[in-house]
T-cell receptor
Framework: RKEVEQDPGPFNVPEGATVAFNCTYS??????FFWYRQDCRKEPKLLMS???SGNEDGRFTAQLNRASQYISLLIRDSKLSDSATYLC?????????????FGQGTTLQVKP | DAGVIQSPRHEVTEMGQEVTLRCKPI?????LFWYRQTMMRGLELLIY????????DSGMPEDRFSAKMPNASFSTLKIQPSEPRDSAVYFC???????????FGPGTRLTVT
């Protein structure tokens, strides 16, 4: 079983749609959670951290369910510029918090 | 701020040759990470340093790979000898603090023929 699992997609949605991505992780000791965004042939960039209480940044909402070891990302009113690969990321557990483990990514294509 | 700088951006080499990838982290960052990305395996952490000291090299695939950080502003990842299966994009990233946001460089696209 992979340490971080995501549905690779692609998700093809029209502009203005709401889309949700899910991710599961295997290490119950993980303490930090993130969503990174990667554009085609570019480097990954931090989109947002994920907190236990859930957090929102504009059109983006992230949720964490520690009991189910599940993370989600919701994008509302999607824009063409949201087209990218979204990477679910968790740290390597309480003994290795510097190590980040990346999911394979979920590809989003927003169409006009 | 120039961000994380990597060189070369592209490298094409023949099997058996030595390859050296270079990274300059963001000034003031105390953590440096080397990653490899392929279609099959995604983004994998190879090794990371804290204050120039290697902390975890469990992701280094085999003895052909080595990494050094002689000072706070420079790191190298060396592959000797290179093999076609080493073809990938190699990213360097740096952060301030263990849980700080990791900033990635533009990557080095390596092709071994």
């Amino acid at each position: 079983r992979k340490e971080v699992e995501q549905d690779p997609g692609p998700f093809n949605v029209p502009e203005g749609a709401t889309v949700a991505f899910n991710c599961t992780y295997s290490n119950s000791a993980s303490q930090s959670f993130f969503w990174y965004r990667q554009d085609c042939r570019k480097e990954p960039k931090l989109l947002m951290s994920v907190y236990s209480s859930g957090n929102e940044d504009g059109r983006f909402t992230a949720q964490l369910n520690r009991a189910s070891q599940y993370i989600s990302l919701l994008i509302r009113d999607s824009k063409l510029s949201d087209s990218a690969t979204y990477l679910c990321v968790v740290n390597g557990g309480s003994s290795n918090t510097g190590k980040l483990i990346f999911g394979q990514g979920t590809t989003l294509q927003v169409k006009p | 701020d120039a961000g994380v700088i990597q060189s070369p951006r592209h490298e094409v080499t023949e099997m058996g040759q030595e390859v050296t990838l270079r990274c300059k982290p963001i000034s003031g960052h105390d953590y440096l990470f080397w990653y490899r990305q392929t279609m099959m395996r995604g983004l994998e952490l190879l090794i990371y340093f804290n204050n120039n000291v290697p902390i975890d090299d469990s992701g280094m695939p085999e003895d052909r790979f080595s990494a050094k950080m002689p000072n706070a502003s420079f790191s190298t990842l060396k592959i000797q000898p290179s093999e076609p299966r080493d073809s990938a994009v190699y990213f360097c990233a740096s952060s301030f603090g263990q849980r700080g946001e990791q900033y990635f460089g533009p990557g080095t696209r390596l092709t071994v023929t």
